[in-house]
């Protein structure tokens, strides 16, 4: 090994070897910045499709409450405590 390094052609290229390494591994679009990007790219892709999802079913509340009045009725009923004319609201307190 000794050997190897003391010739200076050989101390050079290794030294470009090693330069050339460190800087596929570690710069702005190396090796780690990748690996770092793709990580990000997984998570922000999951996030998107959680948010898709809920998107989805916001939708489906929005057509229900515009479709259907007896969906308005429940909310306005458990929400707001509103009663139709002429009901009467028996309320029990628990011991």
């Not at 090693?18 to 596929?24: E, G, M, N, R, T």
């Not at 079913?57 to 009045?69: A, C, D, G, S, V």
């Amino acid at each position: 090994m000794r050997r190897f390094f003391s010739n200076p052609a050989n101390l050079f290229f290794s030294a470009v070897i090693l330069a050339l390494v460190f800087y596929l591994l570690f710069a702005k679009k190396g090796l780690v910045q990748r690996i770092k990007l793709e990580f990000e790219s997984r998570k922000l892709k999951k996030e998107i499709e959680l948010l898709q999802m809920q998107n989805e079913q916001l939708r489906k509340k929005i057509h229900e409450l515009e479709t259907n009045p007896k969906a308005i009725e429940k909310i306005a009923r458990e929400k707001y405590g509103m009663v139709k004319e002429g009901e009467e609201i028996f309320r029990i307190k628990e011991k």
